[in-house]
């Protein structure tokens, strides 16, 4: 994952390619996928963070 201060960026498409050829997906399906999945990845946590720092949770 790519990371900021208190939110989550992206992430690392380079090992995120890695690991689809490591696991047989082809790459031109992984290379467009990827990038949807990561946005909404990318969403659904910073939301979570911001939920669990309006709380008081720590992580």
Partial sequence: ???APGAVVGWDMGAALALAQALGVNALI???LLPEIEAVMVRKLNE????ADRS????
Avoid: D, F
């Fill in 30 to 32: 992984a290379a467009e």
């Fill in 1 to 3: 994952m790519r990371l």
């Fill in 48 to 51: 979570q963070m911001a939920s």
């Fill in 56 to 59: 008081g949770i720590k992580p």
